[in-house]
């Protein structure tokens, strides 16, 4: 149920994160964009899996109950700094790395990167050799352990794929936010920006140049494209 | 290749060959059952999950490859070293490197999840890939050591004896450190990501492949009546020792480096202390049966004949072997990635603790079945060709004398 402070929340949000307008068909993605998100895990309550539940819709991820061989596309990882006690949530999908670590070890180029950025799998030529999932450190992939129902038709699935977030490629090529954003903005506390790095006019730009935001491993130097507040 | 030396094929269609290959036959009937359940139901039947992704078929696969390229290092004594008593054992040696590959790699792709897909492995390359180079290197292995055999064969063909063996001999080893490297530049596991990974991989496939190579030497000279001298199982078994060494001095480098590194002390701390059946394989079973205890056998006190005492070590150094690639593949994955080093981290997708993994019966069988292959080529390949040695030396009952 939407109430009144969260259709202003996401009005609000909605406005400051819209993407883009859509890409017109038939005109390739350009290195022009680098799409990615900015979270605020001050604004990311422990409890809250609205991010996860929209995505799972979204993608039509059913699952068949068994969550160690289900897929996961984004979930939400409770953190606690064992020395202060200090905890957060924070949610994980792919990171859509600059330098993707899956796209280096694919043996035959299925896992790719556009040139805006968006890391994905072409899963006609994926062989399911799963050394994408061994050499992400974000464990940011899922296997298609068996066959997989109710599908959506702009995320076919196969069995014996691997398979990962897309930052809802279809839905910004239409000029439209991803999945988990969106709902996020609208349900909960708008705690995901989306946006294009690249462009210094967008919020997300000139968040990341004014704010201190962090990397997950940025050690490991694969430049992600999501960048967290508050942990 | 010795000028004296006469080879002669296995006669087929005796109760013995025919026993064997029923066996290795149901073996691989087995398997491909296996093979069609897990494609069928998909590989949630497995013990794999989206955290332990590689499971006992890599064990095996792994295995079988690096002791393919190990297996050769016989014919490369002989060839590239002039080492005049090994050549005789020349073309098993280049046989089983081929029919380990092939048993090898005949796992490997059945474990894929779409091994269908095998055309597009070999038509789409992704060249900063190392896996998409290893598989340039395993066919290329395939064809080199097939000229290398010929060479070995064919008199005719003597001048290209020398450059095939070189050939091969290089290409063992940059295969070898291709294998290592799959593991050696996965940058987020904790585990691996040590260049060590491409020397240990060398000293495991020296070891492993000549315990293989000494087994199938054994038993085939013992199934089929050949004379084998002390004096060979002797060399074998020294130089099976000094192999051993090697492995454990390279996975010591590994330990050591990896509690050197900064932060690495919990996954070492997991696999050397506390990891339940992963640490009690790396030590009872890699580094003691398959270390300590054949090094023992092969320089220690002489209870037994010397081919009895290479049996028994090689037997130690594939299950050894076995145990170690276990440690590497499963203890490696078990431990958790570290997303948010010096934190704790828990999700609905196992963040933050060690994931469980026990193999089912069809990846144990899909992985016999890579063995069977291997076997079902050895025994065909000294069936239709003169690979093995009519006799080498003579046997003695007592080990006096030839340590």
Known sequence: ?231 | MSSTTTYTQVRPYTRGWLALMAALGAVIAVALGAVFHMEHQGHWVTGMTNQVVWGLPHVFAVFLIVAASGALNVASIGSVFGRQEYQPLGRLSSLLAVALLAGGLAVLVLDLGRPDRLFVAMTHFNFKSIFAWNVILYSGFMAVVAVYLWTMMDWTRKRFYKPAALAAFGWRLILTTGTGCIFGFLAAREAYGAAVMAPLFIAMSFAYGLAVFILVLSVSFKMTRRPLGDEVSTRLLRLLGLFVAANLYFTALLHVTQLYFAGRSGVESFILLQGGLHTTLFWVGQVGLGGILPLVIAYGGCGHAPRKRAMMASILVVLGGLAQVWVIIIGGQAWPLDLFPGMEASSTFADGHVHDYAPSAWETMLGLGGVAIALVITTLGVTALRLLPAGLGETTSSCAGHK
């Open chain 1, 1 to 231: 149920m939407i109430n009144r402070r969260h259709l202003l929340l996401a009005s609000g949000a909605i406005l400051i994160a819209a993407p883009a307008a859509a890409r017109e068909a038939g005109k390739p993605a350009t290195a022009a964009q680098r799409w990615g998100l900015l979270i605020d895990t001050g604004k990311c309550g422990a409890e809250c899996t609205i991010c996860v539940e929209a995505c799972k819709a979204e993608m039509g991820l059913a699952g068949h109950d068994r969550p160690r061989t289900d897929a996961q596309y984004i979930r939400k990882v409770n953190v606690k700094d064992p020395a202060t006690g200090a905890g957060h949530s924070v949610p994980v999908m792919c990171q859509h790395c600059a330098k993707p670590a899956c796209v280096d070890v694919c043996p035959t180029g299925a896992s790719m990167k556009r040139a805006d950025g968006i890391v994905l799998v072409d899963r006609h030529i994926c062989i399911g050799c799963r050394y994408c999932m061994m050499a992400c450190p974000y464990k940011a992939r899922s296997f298609a352990h068996e066959e997989q129902t109710g599908q959506q038709p702009h995320l076919p699935r196969g069995k014996g794929t691997v398979e990962g977030c897309t930052l809802c490629v279809h839905r910004i090529d239409e000029g439209r936010l991803p999945a988990c954003a969106e709902a996020c903005a609208a349900k909960a506390k708008g705690a995901m920006l989306f946006g294009d790095l690249n462009d210094p006019k967008s919020e997300i730009a000139q968040r990341v140049a004014r704010e201190a935001t962090t990397r997950i491993r940025a050690d490991l130097g694969l430049e992600p494209a999501m960048r967290y507040q508050g942990i």
